[in-house]
């Protein structure tokens, strides 16, 4: 098998797992595990007061949740990066 074949597989693969929630739950709310954690919290303790307040509250969702892609995708391009630079380096190291 090719790799463009492997490739197109898991980009069909990403695609399916994406959207097969999105299809058989179209109306569930998929919040994220602070807000879950904020109501196990809540019912456990009524009384709990936070530690500290955030230094920046974002002034919407949407910007809380581009400032959430954006620190993903900084992530995996160093991820990527350095995962690049080890396999170069130990193809390299065979060479010599």
């Known amino acids: 098998m090719k790799v463009w074949q492997k490739n197109l597989i898991l980009i069909l693969l990403v695609i399916v797992i994406a959207a097969v929630p999105l299809w058989l739950l179209p109306n569930a709310e998929f919040g994220g ?3 879950a954690a904020e109501e196990a919290i809540t019912e456990l303790n009524p ?3 936070p530690w500290f307040e955030p230094i920046l ?3 919407s969702g949407e910007v809380e949740s581009l400032l959430f892609a954006l620190q993903a995708a900084i992530g995996a391009g160093v991820v990527g990066f ?3 630079r080890l396999t170069k ?7 010599n």
């Open 47 to 49: 009384d709990y007061e």
């Open 57 to 59: 509250e974002p002034a």
């Open 33 to 35: 595990a602070d807000g």
């Open 82 to 84: 350095v995962l690049g």
């Open 89 to 95: 380096s130990d193809k390299n190291k065979g060479a």
